[in-house]
């Protein structure tokens, strides 16, 4: 029996058959004279699937880019260089190269809300550079860039929390609304001779000299990139939005001991308070955390010592949320959403408010009160530095 598969693309009596569509995992977005132009990472079927023969040697995807003046001039000018329709729906990640995201994100916006062959639930990365250039590199071991950059926004979410996992939809909505700002995750390339990224050879090879890496959030105010937030500005803005999933805080102490926690969980509640005719943030975090490394010499069962060791956590976390907000107030952006919550609970306070709001932005103060309770300690109950420190005064006894 003869098998012919298809995907329905517009409309039950408009079917275009899978082999004649360029599925694409990524797109980029950049501006160049004036114009737009879109780079397409197109899924490369694999050559035994096509002819029989072994696709070993190939690479799983290519990518080539067209210009036009709007987004979808660009989209239709794709056609003559590539023989296939290009397919949006299973794009993994779209990158904006840096003059687009300074031109404005409207156009990339009202086109995927537009169009029906575009998701706006698509993951959005910040290119340091053209876009077009890193759409070129691959990610070893994984065959297909775009996938592999999603999800490297995924594990930094759940192991880290250093930036937020951003798609279209969230963005538009945070620029949109009353505080009018949105961080989105900027990736470099870093190290040496990162054109080696482009070649499949790379995957012949232990350890590559060139990668890409999250590195910085950019910061928008409405549809423009306004600044960039280092890592540790970024966490605190983590924080303070409440988008922790989990994450790793390490301390040293005076004695040059190093505790390292593991967060679990964490619960953050930013509320705007107001007295007179001013408004406070009060920020109250609860947060669960685990003893995941230690080289203290202290008896880590002891209560007080629990006690130091959540103070210590709760000392790292305060800091970081100071460094967000600092930040934040120094590009005089409203990335707590505090201009939102006015809004809704106060709308007669926001009326007079929102014509001098980043004025108002800067002149708030903020409270944080920080609550981590250690639930474990982990399986030794001393820290293997306070083994060894026992073992060595009994040593020192016996002789």
């Given at each position: 029996m003869f098998l012919v598969s298809t995907i329905s693309v517009a409309g039950c009596g408009n079917r275009t058959e899978l082999n004649e569509l360029g599925i694409t995992t990524a797109a980029g977005y950049d501006r160049q004279n004036g114009n737009w132009m879109i780079t397409y990472q197109i899924i490369v079927p694999p050559a035994s699937s096509i002819n029989g023969s072994s696709g070993g040697s190939q690479s799983s995807v290519t990518t080539f880019s067209s210009q036009g003046k709007t987004i979808r001039e660009a989209v239709a000018?794709?056609?003559?260089e590539n023989p296939n329709k290009i397919y949006f729906s299973h794009t993994n990640v779209i990158l904006i190269g840096q003059e687009a995201a300074q031109y404005g994100l409207s156009e990339i916006l009202d086109d995927y809300y537009r169009n029906i062959d575009?998701?706006?639930?698509?993951?959005?990365?910040?290119?340091?550079?053209?876009?077009?250039?890193?759409?070129?590199?691959?990610?070893?071991?994984?065959?297909?860039?775009?996938?592999?950059?999603?999800?490297?926004?995924?594990?930094?979410?759940?192991?880290?929390?250093?930036?937020?996992?951003?798609?279209l939809h969230d963005i538009a909505l945070k620029i949109t609304s009353d505080s009018g700002s949105a961080g989105i995750p900027i990736v470099a390339v870093k190290g040496q001779d990162s054109r080696e990224l482009e070649s499949i050879d790379i995957f012949k090879q232990t350890s590559t000299r060139g990668k890409l890496k999250l590195e910085g959030l950019s910061v928008f105010y409405k549809d423009k990139q306004i600044g960039v937030l280092n890592q540790r500005e970024s966490m605190g803005i983590s924080w303070l939005t409440d988008r922790v999933a989990r994450t790793n805080l390490s301390y040293v102490n005076r004695r040059g001991e190093v505790n390292s926690f593991f967060v679990r969980n964490a619960s953050v509640k930013v509320q705007p308070i107001k007295s007179g005719h001013h408004y406070s943030i009060q920020v109250n975090a609860k947060v669960k955390a685990e003893l995941d490394e230690s080289t203290t010499l202290a008896d880590i069962t002891s209560p007080h010592i629990i006690d130091e060791l959540q103070l210590q956590a709760e000392q790292i976390i305060t800091s970081q949320m100071m460094e967000g907000w600092n930040a934040s107030q120094r590009l005089h952006v409203d990335m707590l959403g505090i201009a939102n919550k006015i809004h809704q609970r106060h709308p007669k306070d926001w009326k007079t408010l929102?014509?001098?709001?980043?004025?108002?932005?800067?002149?708030?103060?903020?409270?944080?009160?920080?609550d981590v309770s250690l639930k474990r300690t982990g399986l030794l109950q001393d820290s293997f530095s306070r083994l060894l420190h026992k073992e060595s005064g009994k040593s020192e006894g016996e002789h």
């Open positions: 000018k794709s056609s003559l575009a998701r706006e639930s698509v993951k959005v990365i910040i290119a340091d550079g053209q876009a077009k250039d890193y759409l070129k590199k691959l990610i070893p071991p994984d065959k297909q860039p775009g996938q592999a950059l999603s999800q490297i926004i995924e594990r930094n979410h759940e192991l880290g929390s250093y930036y937020s996992v951003m798609n929102k014509e001098k709001w980043p004025h108002e932005l800067a002149q708030m103060e903020i409270n944080i009160n920080v």
